[in-house]
């Protein structure tokens, strides 16, 4: 068998589910089909007040499923309230988890699984293929069009100890089932849409240049990129219009099943970085960094760049290579700025005081070892210094 082709041997993870309006509804017929007797809802005090929460319920009781809520999640995970959850889940004596929410409420859920079936600590699952035991099953209802949380085998949760994010990588994470209903989307206030849709846009772009992306990944990465830049701001403009939220849903559907496999970069190296260190919320994060990160990585894979510029209707074919790359940054930036992002990390308190240890925390991220380009911790607090 020729070597080459098995160099390209890859492997696709990616969960049963169901896409569409009325999605949500589905979500007892799909506990029902586990067998589970009593369910825990991972969620936190914003879906509760956008009232999808309330959808869950009257779901559960119509069909007689007993259940608890757990809605102690906030903003970048905590180690702590994971442990928390775990608790509750195993005090109550429940067999299955419900994740209602965004990246937070779905990455808790994931860990609060793991630790429910170890009996470890949260942290201890920290790195590769970590987790001995997978969790009970799991069923993520996204309200976000953003972190993919519900498709992908990634939970990130902020040792707070230490004040790092830790990314727990593992197929045992990749939930059961996901129902993804874009009509969740519409109770997104503008800047949340923002900063989840380019979380997404971050997501596909990272994969797509990422030193092991495959034919599959590149594909749902690349109608990502080109769904993002189409909607993204029609969406934040025309938050009930059901067609934007669809495609931004769609996109954020397969940038995550690109980058679950074909992991990230740089970008979320150093965005996790700072929301452990800061707090600072992930997809404003990476909204600000990613023009930065593009032109650091640009020449090592000027091709894939170029079609990320062609995805965003940039128009490159007559132009060189730094022009090129002049004009797919500026093309990033106009989207951030239009999308009402025009803060800088200075704006949000980061200095050059924490640069050299959010650089150094960054350059032991996993995310950093797909990246293009290598980069020093020298290399990556000039990143963030120029972002300032």
Known sequence: MNNDYLLNLRKFVVPEFVYGEGAINLVGQHVRSFGAEKALLVTDSGIIQAGWVKKVEENLIQEGIPYVIFSDVTQNPKDSEVMAGAKVYLEHGCDIILAIGGGSPMDAAKGIGVVSTNNKHVLEF??????PIPGPPLICIPTTAGTAADVSQFAIINDCSRKVKVAIISKTVVPDVALIDP???????????????????????????????????????????????????????????????????????????????????????????????????????????????????????????????????????????????????????????????????????????????LAYNASLDPCLATNPREATVEEIKAIYERAL
């Not at 062609?310 to 002049?326: D, G, P, T």
Request: proline share 3%; aromatic share 6%.
């Open 183 to 357: 009509q969740t989307t519409t109770t997104m206030w503008p800047e949340l849409t923002a900063a989840t849709g380019i979380d997404a846009l971050v997501h596909a772009c990272e994969s797509y240049v990422s030193s092991i992306s495959s034919p599959i990944t590149d594909l749902t990465a690349l109608e990502a990129i080109r769904l993002i830049y189409e909607n993204l701001i029609p969406a934040i403009q025309h938050p009930l219009e059901m067609e934007f939220r669809d495609k931004m849903m769609r996109a954020s559907l397969l940038a995550g099943m690109a980058f679950s496999n074909a992991s990230l970069g740089l970008v979320h190296s150093m965005a996790h970085s700072l929301g452990g260190l800061l707090d600072l919320a992930h997809g404003i994060c990476n909204a600000i960094l990613l023009e930065y990160v593009v032109e650091f990585n640009y020449a090592a894979c000027p091709d894939k760049y170029d079609k990320i510029a062609e995805a965003m209707h940039v128009e490159i074919s007559h132009l060189n290579a730094a022009e090129r790359k002049l004009a797919l940054l500026d093309r990033i930036k106009k989207l951030r700025c239009d999308a009402g992002i025009t803060q800088t990390l200075g704006e949000y308190g980061v200095n050059t005081s924490v640069s050299e240890r």
């Open 126 to 131: 920290e790195g590769v293929d970590k987790v």
